[in-house]
């Protein structure tokens, strides 16, 4: 079946995009396989270079970027002018810092006797990506392998086939050659094929709990490494000292973010019941009064969201909370119309009976848990089968420091919303997946980690 490229703001089709033939994705392994054994003779410091050029090339198409995601996907082109300058930042972070994280570093063994840990290529990096984040979830992927000179196959979403496409002209235009990297249009048997190329040697996908399964389970049977960022139910603290002028603001950022459809979105609001009333307060009215509408226009404050079936599901979630006890604090939810809108909704008194409360919520719908201290906050914040991000607000950074180190997850942000850096490692546990994307840990989660020994 063909990639569809729907626009979420018209419901309507822009492009169809065929799926590749077996003997094309022969061809496609073959050369990333010539590129894997061309690129163990040439210096890190060529391709270093090569990825500046890159950044370069993403920095001057930024504007075309955000466009293709605006109709793939239905970000804002302010948010998709964002997530290009991230994945501009990520390039040169790994351009500047990867060859001095690279060097060998030297150990000691048995009373002074020397060792060295080589970091080398191991091949092909199978890469499974989701709409939500086209170009920036690629680039996690693609540029510390790129940097190692491990080549990178690709499987995207296909709502996004056109941001796909797009991806790879710029890395033909960028010159970092034949092999490096390849968009393929492939179904679900053909990516499990290429998993079971001999060739292959590493997964990493960005998905769902269910599609980490399947992944993971492929890559196990052909005893591969692979790396899995999943889902989140992430918790958004508010303490009753913080600042609640900046933790109101934070929240509704943080939750409404890329329409809601952020595995590290602010899902639960986890409020101190000292200050419940007034956080509450804050954040009802932006929610209700929010701006939906074009992700082209920069005034939009809110993007439909990726799909018709994202809003069905949705609403079906929230329907099913109701039921099960929930109360509406915000009343929103799917907007009669051509696009895919789906206006907020703050839900309270979930309990741990009701579905919702284990759920993670894809889109514009948040949880208010009103909680007595911070015993209480550490508690209902580790009660979930995510550990993806988090955040906690305090005016006493100490209090917030401690509490922080108390919930299981895989980032917590203090007295600011979780966000993406090149420099910070970036992944979690639990059911939210494994591995590490991004810093230092991110460069070496695909290399073979070598340690030559001296007698």
């Not at 048995?110 to 080398?120: F, M, Q, S, V």
């Not at 079971?196 to 389970?217: H, K, N, P, Y």
């Not at 949705?314 to 907007?335: F, H, S, Y």
Request: glycine residues 8%.
């Amino acid at each position: 079946m063909a990639y569809k490229v729907i626009n979420p703001y018209s419901g309507k089709l822009v492009k169809e995009y065929e799926l590749m033939s077996d003997d094309e994705i022969a061809e496609k392994l073959d050369q990333a396989e010539q590129f894997y054994k061309a690129q163990k003779k040439v210096p890190v410091s060529q391709r270093a270079k090569k990825l500046l050029n890159f950044a370069e090339v993403l920095e001057q198409n930024q504007d075309k970027l955000a466009k293709e995601a605006a109709i793939n996907m239905g970000k804002r082109v302010a948010e998709g002018r964002g997530e290009v300058l991230l994945c501009v930042n990520l390039v040169r972070y790994y351009a500047n810092k990867g060859p001095s994280l690279l060097e060998p570093k030297p150990y000691k063994y048995a009373d002074g006797k020397k060792a060295l840990l080589e970091h080398h290529s191991i091949g092909i990096v199978a890469s499974i990506e989701p709409w939500n984040f086209p170009y920036s979830q690629v680039i996690r992927v693609l540029a510390p392998n790129y940097l190692l000179g491990n080549p990178v196959v690709l499987k995207h979403a296909g709502i996004v086939a056109g941001c796909a496409k797009l991806l790879e002209d710029l890395a033909i235009e960028a010159d970092l050659g034949d092999g490096a990297f390849a968009n393929l249009f492939v179904s679900h048997k053909q990516i499990a094929e290429i998993i079971a190329d001999e060739r292959v040697q590493g997964v990493a996908l960005t998905g769902s709990e269910d599609a980490g399964r399947i992944i993971a389970g492929q890559a196990g049977k052909s005893l591969i490494k692979s790396t899995m960022e999943l889902g989140g139910s992430d918790v958004f603290v508010i303490l009753d000292d913080a600042d609640l002028e900046l933790a109101v603001n934070d929240a509704i950022g943080a939750r409404l973010r890329n329409a809601g459809q952020v595995c590290t979105s602010a899902k639960r609001y986890v409020v101190e019941e000292r200050v419940a009333e007034k956080f509450i307060s804050g954040i009802k009215q932006k929610f209700t009064d929010i701006k939906l509408g074009d992700p082209l226009i920069e005034n939009t404050e809110l993007a439909p969201l990726s799909s018709k079936e994202a809003v069905e599901g949705l609403q079906k979630q929230v329907e099913e909370a109701i039921a099960n006890g929930a109360d509406v604090l915000v009343q929103g939810g799917p907007v009669e119309g051509d696009g895919y809108f789906f206006k907020p909704v703050v839900l309270t008194n979930i309990k741990p009976e009701n579905p919702a409360y284990y759920q993670e919520f894809f889109g514009p719908v948040a949880q208010i848990h009103v909680v007595p201290d911070d015993e209480a906050v550490i508690e209902l914040a580790n009660d979930s089968f995510f550990g993806l991000a988090g955040a906690v607000y305090s005016q006493n950074v100490e209090r917030a420091h401690a509490v922080a180190s108390e919930i299981e997850t895989g980032q917590v942000f203090i007295n600011r919303p979780s966000g993406a850096h090149p420099e910070l490692p970036f992944g979690g546990v639990k059911h939210s997946g494994y591995g590490r994307e991004m810093s230092d840990l991110g460069l070496y989660e695909f290399a073979n980690e070598k340690i030559i020994v001296f007698n």
